[in-house]
């Protein structure tokens, strides 16, 4: 269950949902899987983090999938912008401070990071600004 790593993670990391400032999902394209995962960020309060998902700028990786989204969350945590997520007309849930259609400059201080692999296989990971 995502909400379970997600709930881990946070604590490892010593941080509250409420300091979380972007979260970069699976976003896996399926019905299940995206209601799911949304499911787990509204319970935990995190509609305020912006969103988006580099699945829609470099397609699937497979095996690679979350080395590649780890990837662009700290690109982006460096440059200080978050790129859009490409063709995201009508997201899942309104509720949720989404990056669309262009670059948004923000700084992000804290990071979630979630993937989800074959069988079940569930990882999430918080990125801090040093």
């Not at 394209?29 to 949304?38: K, Q």
């Not at 849930?93 to 979630?112: C, G, K």
Request: charged fraction near 10%.
């Amino acid at each position: 269950m995502r909400l379970k790593s997600c709930k881990n993670v946070l604590a490892q990391a010593g941080l509250t949902a409420a300091q979380i400032d972007y979260v970069k999902p699976h976003a896996s394209g399926s019905v299940l899987g995206d209601a799911t995962e949304i499911d787990a960020l509204t319970a935990l309060g995190l509609q305020h983090a912006y969103i988006n998902t580099a699945k829609s700028v470099f397609g699937h990786g497979l095996s690679a999938a979350g080395l590649i989204e780890v990837v662009a969350a700290l690109v982006q945590m460096r440059t200080g912008s978050l790129h859009p997520s490409l063709n995201l007309a009508h997201p899942i849930s309104p509720d949720f401070n989404w990056v669309q259609n262009t670059v948004i400059r923000h700084d992000i201080q804290n990071a979630l990071c979630l993937s989800l692999g074959f069988g079940g296989i569930n990882t999430a990971l918080c990125l801090k600004r040093w």
